[in-house]
């Protein structure tokens, strides 16, 4: 596709620097087909010419639970005398640690352990040190109410792109891959997704057409004329050539406005909003998605209670940062990877958490003696003994079946986190990433076109048969998330590597054991030891 038909926002936002990463949150979509029917309307003189009925897709978008905030900056003075009586209370406690949990219970009683935990935070006194949890005198707190009641904004979102750009691929008559661009207008935001508790105009029921008047503020929400104006809603017209089927259809998010130090301080604002009101958590590997009969869903058993939101904000900080990966906690991988502060990220709950070290430091113990014994020795002579060490250490480094960015939850919704890129794109300049750069050419590459046809095999509902979407259904949700089954056999036994010893005409070497001076036998041809197989015969 040439420059010319791509839009100018498009284009801007792909002159970007490519070398900082781009956040996207995930957004719900709805579609729908309209005939768009031609109006009788005379033309004086020319009679009433005739015009063919037009077809639409309207496309809404609606920002998902990660994009809406519902924290309130500032507090009220009830909460700022609760804050008061927590910090005297502490400092009376003298290191108790039982006085201690008993004001941060009557804290949270009050106003909820996630704004408990926002109220004692900003109510620190000067005089209290949080490295040792030490005062140095009495408390002394001197604030002014910045509200006057525990809720006055309306929910709104929070860290929306400028605008959305709709992208649908398509099919031509030759099945070649088409783009078409639809540009939305710019975002009108922070949008209102919920009542303002201040608002003079509330909910009405509209008596006469029996519908739902929403507040100004929330109009975008169900009228798709407003959403279209705030940026939310696109109209796409089709004409008689387009005909082709909408393989897919994209909604991305430009941010054009904000440059990357002011997008990461958005990202901070944006899980520390959350933290504060419906809550914040790393996910260990395994959580339950979904209530099950033997057990529950993970936020069930995750949701903090009053003594666990105590031991997670007022404790320590879970995790301490180190260059070794091995040794790395899920809380520092999830910092790293979206720059955020270890004093944000070390109070979240399972932030201490091994899961990504597990995987990597089982690569390293099941290399010498699963991938690299195969290459060594079924793929000799083709890898090199520098070749197999950088395929250890890229493996040991990279590969991970958890990934390298622990999932979140937030609220009752989890999220999890694919770090990924324009492989086709990569190239390395030096020399020091040869090796990575071939993993990529041959390897990855090869793997992309094989997982392309996969994915146009997928299941899929849209086949306007009943019997067969039910069929298709039921095969998908019969599925698992991983492997349940395992099943091994013998590649060879002993028999077979005595026949292939003869029919190789391979000689046998006596060699001394150098412990117990016991005799070994390995399998030699033109001066190469194939360990495989004798290890096998020794066994």
């Not at 490295?131 to 309306?154: E, L, R, Y």
């Not at 990877?337 to 089982?362: F, K, V, Y």
């Not at 390298?404 to 990433?433: C, E, M, V």
Request: hydrophobic share 35%; proline share 6%; with cysteine.
């Amino acid at each position: 596709m040439s420059n010319s038909n791509i839009p100018l926002e498009v284009r801007e936002f792909n002159n970007k620097n490519d070398r900082k990463p781009v956040m996207l949150l995930p957004v719900r979509l709805e579609t729908r087909f309209v005939k768009v029917k031609h109006v009788y309307r005379p033309e004086p003189n020319e009679g009433s010419p005739f015009y063919d009925d037009k077809t639409e897709l309207w496309v809404r978008i609606y920002p998902d639970d990660i994009s809406i905030t519902t924290h309130e900056d500032g507090l009220s003075a009830p909460e700022i005398e609760a804050g008061k009586t927590y910090w005297q209370t502490y400092f009376e406690a003298n290191g108790d640690s039982n006085l201690h949990l008993g004001a941060w219970r009557q804290l949270c009683v009050a106003h909820g352990p996630q704004r408990a935990a926002y109220v004692a935070r900003q109510t620190q006194p000067t005089q209290f040190n949080p490295q040792d949890s030490t005062f140095s005198g009495p408390p002394v707190i001197d604030m002014q109410a910045d509200k006057d009641g525990a809720w006055t904004q309306a929910p709104q979102t929070f860290a929306m792109p400028d605008r959305f750009v709709i992208i649908l691929h398509r099919r031509n008559t030759a099945h070649d891959l088409q783009r078409s661009f639809h540009v939305c207008e710019p975002i009108l935001g922070p949008l209102q997704v919920g009542p303002d508790p201040l608002g003079e105009d509330g909910f009405k029921d509209d008596v006469i057409e029996g519908e739902l008047d929403f507040p100004d503020g929330m109009k975008w929400m169900a009228d798709f004329e407003e959403a279209e104006r705030v940026g939310m809603a696109l109209r796409i017209r089709f004409g008689p050539e387009d005909s082709q089927k909408i393989e897919n259809l994209v909604a991305l998010g430009l941010n054009l406005q904000d440059s990357a130090a002011d997008a990461l301080e958005k990202v901070k604002e944006l899980f520390e909003n959350h933290r504060y009101t419906n809550g914040l958590s790393i996910i260990p590997q395994g959580t339950p998605t979904n209530n099950t009969a033997e057990s529950g869903a993970g936020y069930q058993e995750d949701a903090l209670g009053i003594d666990a939101m105590f031991e997670a904000e007022r404790g320590a900080l879970r995790y301490q940062d180190t260059e070794d990966p091995l040794l790395r906690k899920d809380g520092q991988w999830l910092a790293d990877a979206l720059g955020l502060d270890r004093e944000q990220i070390g109070h979240l709950p399972h932030s201490d958490g091994t899961d990504i070290a597990e995987t990597l430091n089982m690569n390293t113990a099941l290399w010498p003696t699963t991938l690299r014994f195969y290459l060594e020795n079924m793929m000799y002579p083709s890898l090199d003994e520098d070749t197999l060490n950088q395929t250890g250490a890229f493996f040991s480094r990279y590969v991970s079946g958890r990934g390298h960015i622990p999932a979140i939850r937030i609220g009752d919704q989890p999220y999890g986190i694919l770090a990924t890129s324009n492989f086709k794109a990569w190239s390395y300049s030096d020399l020091q990433h040869e090796f990575h750069q071939g993993m990529i050419i041959f390897f990855l590459k090869g793997m992309h076109s094989a997982w392309s046809n996969l994915v146009n095999n997928i299941p899929s509902l849209a086949t306007g048969n009943v019997t067969e979407a039910d069929e298709e259904l039921l095969s998908v949700i019969g599925l698992h998330a991983s492997s349940i089954e395992f099943h091994q056999r013998f590649l060879a036994g002993e028999d077979f590597l005595e026949n292939l010893k003869s029919a190789a005409n391979v000689g046998d070497t006596a060699v001394q054991g150098p412990e117990n001076g016991s005799s070994q036998t390995q399998l030699t041809d033109g001066g190469h030891v194939f360990p495989a197989i004798s290890s096998i015969l020794n066994t």
